[in-house]
């Protein structure tokens, strides 16, 4: 028994049905692999924009936090002039 040929003809797919259901399968796989998209692609670009959006409220959350200890020490200051001023 020899290497049965591709069954492309009408006869062959009548005489040999699970060979010809194979071939279209693998050949709807193997189309199916080539010609999807690339998901990983997608996801390294969301990665970087997440990753800049990180470092940007990192950045802005130090900031705030610089303003808020800078308001307090400011405030504190104050106090302090205002403490010494009304002491005799």
């Not at 290497?3 to 199916?32: E, G, H, N, R, T």
């Not at 999807?36 to 990753?51: F, K």
Request: aromatic letters at 12%; hydrophobic letters at 40%.
């Amino acid at each position: 028994m020899g290497i049965p040929k591709l069954p492309f003809s009408f006869p062959d797919f009548v005489k040999y049905p699970l060979q010809a259901v194979v071939y279209l399968l693998l050949a709807y796989f193997v189309f199916k692999e080539f010609t999807r998209g690339h998901e990983c692609d997608d996801l390294r670009q969301a990665n970087i924009v997440l990753s800049k959006r990180v470092d940007k409220l990192e950045k802005d959350k130090d900031d705030l936090t610089w303003a808020v200890a800078v308001k307090s020490g400011v405030i504190n200051q104050l106090k302090s002039k205002q403490d010494s001023i009304s002491k005799p």
